[in-house]
């Protein structure tokens, strides 16, 4: 059974630096594409950075340059490293894998994390 814990979320100031964990289990997390959402209150859903199983990466616009995502598959872990952080920023981050291979429809099929709060102070 797919099972995925976020951690490392939390209330910083703007410029600082946070990196988000996600502990996989239950699957083989190698061969599947895996990525970052993130939601706001009154706001939908947003891809933030996926990782695919060929380890090719992307990133919304908003955080390109400042976010990395990242997999260590010996640690069955998913990182996402946030620096200068931003106001806009501030949501509930949630880790969200694939459970198909060959595939990457994160948003409408992926497995989710129970999320991690990121609030930014200005």
């Known amino acids: 059974q797919v099972h995925l814990e976020e951690s490392g979320g939390g209330s910083v100031q703007a410029g600082d630096s946070l990196t988000l964990s996600c502990t996989a289990s239950?699957?083989?997390?190698?061969?599947?594409?895996m990525g970052w959402f993130r939601q706001s209150p009154g706001k939908e859903r947003e891809e933030v950075a996926i990782?695919?199983?060929?380890?090719?990466?992307t990133y919304a616009t908003s955080v390109k340059g400042r976010f990395t995502i990242s997999k260590d598959n010996a640690e069955n872990t998913l990182y996402l490293e946030m620096n200068s952080l931003k106001p806009e920023d501030t949501a509930m981050y949630y880790c969200?894998?694939?459970?198909?291979?060959?595939?990457?429809?994160?948003?409408?099929?992926?497995?989710w994390g129970q999320g991690t709060q990121v609030t930014v102070s200005s």
């Open positions: 969200v894998t694939e459970v198909v291979p060959g595939r990457c429809f994160l948003k409408t099929d992926g497995f």
């Open positions: 239950g699957y083989t997390f190698t061969h599947y594409c």
């Open positions: 990782i695919y199983s060929d380890l090719r990466t």
